[in-house]
């Protein structure tokens, strides 16, 4: 506890980290946790994983007391990442009771009403946020720190200008501190705009290089999900994570496989709230084996035991690639990530591998038992593909009208 406590952190806080068996601080807490608590703004460059929800707990659990009304607020892309955050602050806080509230969208408003008007801390979603302060049902004009957690995928996802009319709300006067796995432009431009005189800290990189294995496989699209069922039978060791880039591949391949008798799940934004989190729950506690996701469900989900990452489609943007990868790999333990490519992975792939540098080894494709798919119930082979129904749920169009 001694690493910690020359931080400066408080002894409500060092209890519950002690109750956590944290031995010693992450490097991104270290170097963050004196500047926060010193009411510095801070821009820290961290992944999911790295830590950070600690740094900037730390930070909120030292200012904020029982009803003085909402003294910090987080932001966060997505609604798992705004439980996560919750929990995660609710277990850091056991020893100096405030009220953390969470509000996102895709449920129910009024409950959320009722409970804002008693918070302390409240982590939100952005759309919804707006939403409420649209309606007056928030007030946030004791906010004394504001945290824009995974600014990038805020960015990302189109949310930004969302962001920006939520900072206008708050008081002028205030910490913010900005957590973002990559510092673009625009993250830049953001903090110029709205911290003031932030320090810049790195973090460590999230993925070991040297635990990381990442191949890929070419591979005929008629075959592609052959491929995919013979390597989760036979690579699997722990927890998989299956990446695609629509809803409408994801439910295709976890209905698919859980027909074939594999404990999969999707998750994406299409479910309700309720579904997703039971979903989330049963992978942590590894009664699903196989989590079929869109970027965006799986977006800072710290997820334990990740063995293996498959990217079933190679991801647009090659930030995005980085993410998916960094799930697995983490805590010291060893990590593969699966690439199978088929003709319409090519471009994807190519940017992947111009934009950052990695090395991904190719392997020879195995010999693969063909399986029957069905879609929804008609007998069929996917060369023809799953049908379309309407516009690409997660096209970016899509996405950014969507509202958290
Ligand atoms: P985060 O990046 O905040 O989502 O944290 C990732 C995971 O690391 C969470 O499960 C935390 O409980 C855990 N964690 C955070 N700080 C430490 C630490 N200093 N030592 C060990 N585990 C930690």
């Not at 004196?34 to 730390?58: E, H, M, N, Q, R």
């Not at 709300?169 to 625009?186: H, V």
């Not at 994801?250 to 979903?279: C, E, M, P, W, Y």
């Not at 049908?387 to 950014?400: E, I, V, Y």
Request: include cysteine; hydrophobic fraction near 35%.
């Amino acid at each position: 506890m001694e690493h910690f406590r020359r931080l400066g952190i408080n002894e409500h806080v060092l209890r519950a980290i002690s109750e956590e068996r944290f031995e010693k601080p992450s490097s991104i807490q270290e170097k963050t946790i004196p500047l926060i608590l010193a009411g510095k703004d801070v821009i820290a460059s961290s992944a999911t994983g790295s830590g950070k929800t600690l740094a900037f707990g730390t930070g909120i659990i030292h200012i904020a007391e029982r009803g003085k009304g909402i003294q910090a607020l987080v932001l966060t892309p997505t609604r798992e990442l705004a439980e996560q955050n919750m929990k995660a602050l609710k277990k850091f806080s056991r020893y100096k009771p405030i009220n953390v509230v969470v509000v996102y969208g895709g449920v129910s408003i009024n409950p959320q009403i009722e409970n804002l008007s008693r918070a302390d801390v409240v982590i939100a979603t952005p759309g919804r946020m707006l939403d409420h302060i649209g309606r007056r049902t928030v007030d946030l004009r004791h906010v004394k720190m504001l945290v824009l957690d995974e600014a990038d995928r805020m960015f990302d996802m189109g949310f930004i200008d969302d962001v920006k009319e939520i900072i206008h709300s708050c008081p002028a006067k205030r910490q913010t501190l900005l957590f973002s796995a990559t510092i673009f432009d625009e993250v830049a431009d953001l903090a110029a705009k709205y911290m003031s005189n932030p320090v810049e800290i790195f973090g460590e990189a999230q993925v070991d290089p040297r635990k990381l294995a990442q191949v890929y496989y070419e591979v005929p699209e008629q075959i592609k999900f052959s491929l995919l069922v013979h390597l989760l039978k036979h690579e699997r060791k722990g927890l998989a994570m299956v990446f695609c880039n629509t809803r409408r591949t994801t439910d295709f391949v976890a209905n698919n496989l859980r027909a074939l008798g594999i404990n999969a799940f999707a998750i994406h934004g299409g479910f309700s709230q309720d579904k997703r989190n039971k979903t989330m729950e049963n992978f942590h506690s590894q009664s699903v084996q196989v989590l079929v996701c869109t970027d965006v469900a799986a977006r800072g989900l710290d997820i334990k035991g990740v063995s293996h990452v498959y990217n079933y489609d190679i991801p647009k943007d090659s930030k995005e690639y980085v993410h998916r990868i960094g799930r697995t790999a983490r805590a010291g333990k060893e990590g593969k990530a699966i690439n199978l490519l088929s003709e319409k992975d090519h471009d994807n792939f190519s940017r992947v591998l111009r934009d950052n540098d990695i090395e991904v080894r190719e392997e020879k494709r195995p010999y693969i038992q063909r399986v029957q798919l069905n879609w929804r119930g008609e007998r069929r082979t996917f060369s023809r593909g799953p049908p379309r129904r309407g516009p690409r749920a997660d096209s970016p169009r899509h996405r950014r009208r969507r509202r958290y």
